[in-house]
C-alpha cells in the first residue's frame, strides 16, 4: 500500500508530497488510475440505485391504474408499515441505537391524525401538519433525556414506550378509539381537478 508521502507508481519520482504530507491534487490527479476504477465503480453504482427508485417511483403512482380498490387499500396499509420500517433501520442499521418503541409513535401519529379529522373537523392538510408537529414535540421529550444513555438501558427504555402506549390508548378511548383506532367518518372526497369521481375515493387517499 503507498504510504502518504511514497510516491505512486505512475507519479513522477521528482515530485513531492505537500506541505501537509500527503498528495494533492496536481500530484496525484483525479484521473489517476488508482482512483479511475473505484470511482467509475461508485457512480455507475448511484446511477443503478436513482435508476432503481425512479422505477420504484414510478410503479407505486401508476399503481391505482392497475389493481382494484381493495388491492389498494392493503397496499396503501403495507407502505405505512414500510415507513415504520424504516424509521428503525436509519435508527439502528445506521445510528447503532436499539429502539424498540418505534411502534408507539406510528401509533400516535395514526391517532392524532384520525382525532384531528374527525372529532376537530380539521382539514386533511392541516391535521397532516398538526399529527407532524405532535409526534416531533413527544419525540423530542423522548429523546432529549435518551441522549444521555445507549445499549441495552436505551432498548429498556423504548421497551417501555411500547408497552404503555397500548395502555394509553385504552385509558382515552375518546380520542383515541380504543385500541383498535377510531372508526372515521370523514370520506374524503377527492377534489375536482383530479378527474377521480366519488368511486375513487381509495385511490385518492393513496396518493
Do not use: N
Amino acid at each position: 500500500m503507498t504510504s502518504p508521502t511514497e510516491a505512486p507508481s505512475g507519479v513522477a519520482p521528482g515530485s513531492g508530497p505537500s506541505s501537509s504530507g500527503h498528495w494533492d491534487d496536481d500530484l496525484f490527479p483525479a484521473d489517476h488510475p488508482v482512483f479511475r476504477g473505484p470511482r467509475a465503480r461508485s457512480a455507475k453504482g448511484r446511477l443503478i440505485r436513482l435508476g432503481l427508485w425512479g422505477a420504484l417511483a414510478v410503479f407505486l403512482v401508476a399503481l391505482p391504474a392497475f389493481v382494484d380498490q381493495l388491492a389498494l387499500r392493503q397496499y396503501a396499509s403495507l407502505m405505512v408499515l414500510s415507513l415504520g420500517v424504516l424509521a428503525i433501520v436509519i435508527a439502528t442499521g445506521h445510528a447503532g441505537l436499539i429502539s424498540l418503541g418505534h411502534g408507539a409513535f406510528v401509533g400516535l401519529g395514526a391517532f392524532s391524525m384520525g382525532w384531528f379529522l374527525d372529532a376537530r373537523g380539521w382539514p386533511f392538510a392541516v391535521s397532516v401538519v398538526a399529527s407532524f408537529a405532535l409526534c416531533g414535540a413527544v419525540g423530542w421529550l423522548l429523546g432529549v433525556p435518551a441522549l444521555r444513555i445507549k445499549g441495552i438501558y436505551l432498548a429498556m427504555v423504548t421497551l417501555g414506550v411500547a408497552v404503555v402506549f397500548p395502555s394509553l390508548a385504552k385509558r382515552f378511548p375518546t380520542i383515541t378509539g380504543g385500541t383498535t383506532g377510531r372508526p372515521l367518518d370523514t370520506t374524503m372526497e377527492p377534489p375536482s381537478w383530479t378527474g377521480l369521481g366519488s368511486d375513487h375515493t381509495v385511490t385518492w387517499r393513496y396518493w
